[in-house]
């Protein structure tokens, strides 16, 4: 059965969009952030008021740790960095070392590392608690890598300006593990200035099994074990409806639209979230507005990137964020051996 009528209405609302879009300059960007210790707990300062960071909150609806009275006043140690470039790759790696979080020896150290360029992004966070963390404390490592585009698709088999629909393909590949914690990864999309698609998620969570999500209802290739997901998957942007059939983007021939891809990693007490050599945007496919594919298409970017064609291959680590992964990992590992009197399940 042809989604008619609900096409229509995409379409309808895409010329929408595009009238009346802004496009911003194409972009890469990183947001890496660790922070470990205890509040002081001044109400009036807002030191027991938590949130995430705000540009995560919006594009993610979370990552990130913040205090309404600002983390290092309120007695936390952390380290943060947020950039962005308007070309070219961007490499961020920082390194928690162990932070108090009382008087009896409790600490928690962690790092965070994000990798982003055009059609590729990858993130990392690890972090290591020993003994207990209390209500106020904070044990938690977060990275976030995006980059924003513009795109336009032209084809001498569509008429410019004619209504048409887009699928974007995803690969991705890592592993998390939460011998006593939370970890998690989430590739998101906005197209427009749109919606925000979850295309997929990764949870791992002490005592329950691994899981794994997409929105186009991919199983992958995802181990799920106890506390932990490993594995690589490839996914798209297309929503099956049952009885219908499939939903796409829309899009119009020879216009430009936006595209922005986001990747999170974040992780609490000891847990780890490897995802650095993902997600790469690995396929983009086009349709007329009867979803025929259009396989004659020139598509091109305002970066310059030849989305059509990616480069798949594996990402080169720099030795200090290698050594930085080797660490962790023995860390983590060590955390699985040792139990810490008192220590509390996430």
């Known amino acids: 059965?042809?989604?008619?009528?609900?096409?229509?209405?995409?379409?309808?609302?895409?010329?929408?969009?595009?009238?009346?879009?802004?496009?911003?300059?194409?972009?890469?960007?990183?947001?890496?952030?660790?922070?470990?210790?205890?509040?002081?707990?001044?109400?009036?300062?807002?030191?027991?008021?938590?949130?995430?960071?705000?540009?995560?909150?919006?594009?993610?609806n979370g990552g990130g740790f913040r205090t309404l009275g600002g983390n290092t006043a309120c007695g936390f140690t952390g380290v943060t960095s947020d950039q962005t470039a308007g070309s070219g790759s961007l490499l961020v790696n920082q390194v928690l070392p162990p932070v108090a979080l009382d008087a009896l020896g409790s600490s928690y150290g962690g790092a965070a590392g994000a990798r982003a360029s055009f059609s590729s992004l990858g993130v990392s966070a690890q972090g290591l608690l020993v003994g207990n963390s209390g209500g106020t404390s904070a044990s938690v490592a977060t990275a976030a890598a995006f980059f924003q585009d513009t795109l336009t698709a032209t084809s001498p088999q569509v008429a410019p300006s004619a209504a048409g629909f887009v699928r974007y393909v995803f690969s991705m590949d890592g592993h998390l593990a939460a011998p006593l914690g939370q970890a998690g990864v989430k590739l998101d999309i906005q197209q427009d200035g749109g919606p925000i698609y979850d295309l997929g998620r990764l949870g791992a969570l002490t005592g329950d099994l691994g899981t794994f999500s997409a929105i186009d209802g991919s199983a992958s290739t995802w181990a799920l074990g106890?506390?932990?997901?490993?594995?690589?998957?490839?996914?798209?942007?297309?929503?099956?409806?049952?009885?219908?059939?499939?939903?796409?983007?829309?899009?119009?021939?020879?216009?430009?639209?936006?595209?922005?891809?986001?990747?999170?990693?974040?992780?609490?007490?000891?847990?780890?979230?490897s995802f650095m050599?993902?997600?790469?945007?690995?396929?983009?496919?086009?349709?007329?507005?009867?979803?025929?594919?259009?396989?004659?298409?020139?598509?091109?970017?305002?970066?310059?990137?030849?989305?059509?064609n990616p480069q798949v291959g594996t990402v080169p680590e720099p030795a200090s964020w290698a050594l930085l992964l080797t660490g962790a990992a023995a860390l983590l590992a060590a955390r699985r051996r040792v139990k810490h009197p008192g220590q509390r399940p996430a």
């Open 1 to 60: 059965m042809k989604l008619s009528n609900h096409r229509s209405l995409l379409l309808a609302t895409a010329s929408l969009a595009l009238s009346a879009s802004a496009f911003g300059a194409p972009s890469v960007r990183t947001i890496t952030d660790v922070w470990g210790g205890t509040s002081n707990g001044n109400i009036a300062q807002g030191c027991t008021t938590f949130g995430p960071i705000p540009d995560l909150s919006t594009f993610f």
């Open 226 to 273: 106890p506390a932990s997901v490993s594995g690589a998957g490839t996914f798209g942007s297309t929503l099956h409806v049952p009885f219908f059939g499939d939903v796409d983007l829309p899009m119009v021939w020879g216009n430009p639209w936006s595209l922005t891809v986001g990747l999170l990693a974040q992780t609490n007490r000891s847990a780890d979230a």
């Open 277 to 308: 050599a993902s997600a790469r945007l690995v396929g983009v496919e086009l349709f007329d507005s009867a979803h025929h594919r259009i396989d004659n298409v020139t598509l091109s970017s305002a970066s310059g990137t030849d989305y059509l």
